[in-house]
């Protein structure tokens, strides 16, 4: 896709089981996605500032997507391509 388009990726809860899969999905996400500029950082759940209560957590530049669920490839590509 574009170069321009700069994408923060945050998982919050990344070290509990579920967290570790949402992580694994982002990845797989990301590698089916043409688009050049996504950072993906994992952040400590006690860190969190993003009024997420129930983990996994998945904030996309600044704005809560979703929580306490893992999200499947196609729905993150979906939110990555919106």
Do not use: Q
Request: hydrophobic share 40%; with cysteine; glycine share 10%.
């Amino acid at each position: 896709m574009k170069g321009g388009n700069n994408i923060e990726i945050k998982i919050i809860g990344a070290n509990c089981s579920n967290g570790m899969k949402l992580s694994k999905m982002v990845s797989r996400a990301i590698e089916e996605v043409d688009i050049d500029n996504i950072k993906v950082e994992e952040v400590d759940f006690a860190k969190n500032k993003y009024g997420i209560s129930n983990v996994p957590g998945l904030v996309i530049n600044g704005k809560k997507i979703s929580e306490g669920k893992v999200l499947t490839v196609r729905e993150i590509k979906k939110l990555l391509l919106a």
